[in-house]
């Protein structure tokens, strides 16, 4: 009696198993079919340049943090890009994660822009429009508008890598619209999760949190006018000891390199 009961169990355990495969197979296949038929969104890029030591940046990097967090637009998909320049660390704080390349940037969008000097937070939208950070409605309009713009098509995959501090990805890009002669492409790498107790400056006794922080930004190489060849590239990427995989984001962009307009864009999580 005792066996046949085993081998009763036994049959239940196999049953319930399989029945359990089938379930997570149903399902694998239901979420894909999903994913196939939910519409594209278009992806547009948003840079903050801000600082720890600036009071007013704080509130700008959370509404960006949240953009992207909730994703309110609907057939738009919002790429953050958080970028901490270093002019504002001679105030008594200096900011972790600034960069003197980060404000190199920013200096050229200054002077492609005509403006007087650089200046926190200072959001733009994709390479071509500065936002003014007062009415969500009417930045809701302009980054619909930036959506609606014509683009290329990029994507980013992971290719593996032979070494634990590195990976490899493979990144496509289509053919630029047909106005444009020539572009840039640009690989980011952004961490969330990140925070600073803020000792001194504006910001001193704050705990401020941040979200998609631009650890590295590196030139992978340009594509030619339409027509030319598809842009294949195959980059690898450097893992610092103190990054955590678990937060970290590969984002690639293309940007014209006459107007400094972001023409296409794609990101992916790290792991």
Known sequence: MKNRCVVI????????????????????????????????????????????????????????????????????????????????????????????????????????????????????????????????????????????????????????????DALKFEVHVGNLPSALDKADVWMAVTEDGLHSDVKAGENKGKMLEHASVVRTLEKIGSTPAKGATPFVANPQIKLKSNWKKENLRVVVFVQDRKSWRIVGAASVKMI
């Open 9 to 164: 169990v036994a049959g239940l355990v196999v049953l319930a198993a399989a029945e359990a495969s089938a379930h997570r197979a149903f399902r694998a296949e239901a979420g894909a079919q999903a994913a196939a038929a939910a519409p594209k969104r278009q992806p547009v890029v948003i840079e903050l340049f801000t600082s720890e030591g600036c009071s007013t940046c704080p509130p700008a990097d959370g509404f960006l943090s949240e953009l992207e967090a909730k994703q309110p637009i609907p057939g738009v998909e919002i790429i953050a890009l958080e970028e901490h320049v270093d002019y504002w660390n001679h105030d008594g704080w200096e900011d972790p994660f600034s960069s003197q390349a980060w404000t190199a940037r920013q200096q050229e969008y200054v002077a492609k822009f005509k403006g007087d000097t650089p200046y926190t937070p200072q959001m733009i939208l994709n390479g071509e429009k500065v936002m003014a950070l007062k009415d969500a409605a009417e930045i809701e309009q302009t980054i619909l508008q930036a959506a609606k713009e014509e683009n290329t098509e990029v994507s980013i995959a992971a290719a593996g890598s032979e070494r634990a």
